[in-house]
């Protein structure tokens, strides 16, 4: 305790529930959303940190503290309960994952586009970006604001950071949800193929570097976690799809 009284973040003890989780929820269309029922009860330090996290962004020009949604639960067949919450929520998260299970994982969504002989594109993001600034990331990613859909937020993220439209992603598909506790993300992840003759061109402020790889361990660099949580999702799945048949000669 400091001696104000009040408790870091970090300060809040964990419980049997909070243990490392990586789950992930394979899926075949677009995820569906059930309304949080309830209201959030937190406990004095939460609600204080929670409460530092506004002051902390009210302070600084440019940093946003707008709505954007948590995720409480997916179903197996890839239903979140969703929240409606603001940015000073998830900056406790993202300091103190462990608190996601009292405030939510931060809802966002991951893409990550392919071409043709096999290598993914991947992202360096811009050093004024608030989150993972200067971490390789998936190709596009960003998070989701309540009530805003799944699709239409990953489309805009591609657009804005790489400069690519739904024309140029094909086979555009959610295939996972990845709730990352090492985070309190939890995140929404879509694969592509680029389009032949399409080319990324990266937004100058938000993408400082674009890199292509069979995998994000060939960037010889730091990769946010939530991109490693979620390139695990797409691996994962890939294992168990059928190998295609090959047709007799």
């Known amino acids: 305790m400091a001696a104000d009284g009040r408790y870091p973040a970090h300060a809040v003890p964990a419980d049997r529930n909070t243990r490392t989780v990586r789950a992930i929820t394979f899926i075949d269309s677009e995820p569906t959303f059930r309304p949080y029922p309830f209201a959030l009860s937190l ?3 939460v609600a204080r940190a929670v409460a530092d996290a506004r002051v902390a962004l009210a302070r600084t020009p440019g940093r946003f503290d707008g709505p954007i949604a948590f995720s409480h639960g997916v179903s197996p ?3 979140i309960l969703r929240r409606a919450g603001r940015y000073a929520e998830a900056l406790v998260v993202f300091e103190e994952p462990t ?3 009292r405030l939510g994982f931060a809802l966002g969504v991951q893409l990550f586009v392919e071409r043709p002989e096999g290598v993914t594109l ?4 811009g050093r004024s970006i608030g989150r993972n600034p200067l971490l390789w990331t998936a190709s596009a990613s ?3 604001a309540p009530g805003e859909e799944p699709l239409h937020a990953v489309l805009a ?3 804005e950071e790489i400069g690519l439209g739904a024309a140029d992603l094909e086979d555009l598909q959610p295939t996972a949800i990845c709730m990352n506790d090492d985070s309190g993300s ?3 992840v879509y694969h592509a193929r680029l389009r032949a003759g399409a080319e990324p061109e990266p937004d100058q402020v938000k993408v400082a570097e674009l890199h292509w ?3 994000p361990s060939e960037l010889g660099a730091q990769v946010s976690g939530d991109t490693i949580a979620c390139w695990e999702a797409i691996e994962r799945r890939r294992a168990e799809e059928p190998e295609p048949q090959k047709t007799p000669r």
Do not use: K, M
Not at 122 to 125: E, G, H, I
């Open 157 to 159: 993220d591609a657009r």
């Open 77 to 79: 067949e890839g239903a």
């Open 213 to 215: 790889a069979t995998r």
């Open 43 to 45: 406990e004095p330090p």
């Open 186 to 188: 939890a995140l929404i």
């Open 122 to 125: 991947f992202q360096l993001r």
């Open 142 to 144: 960003g998070g989701l």
């Open 99 to 101: 608190l996601a299970y």
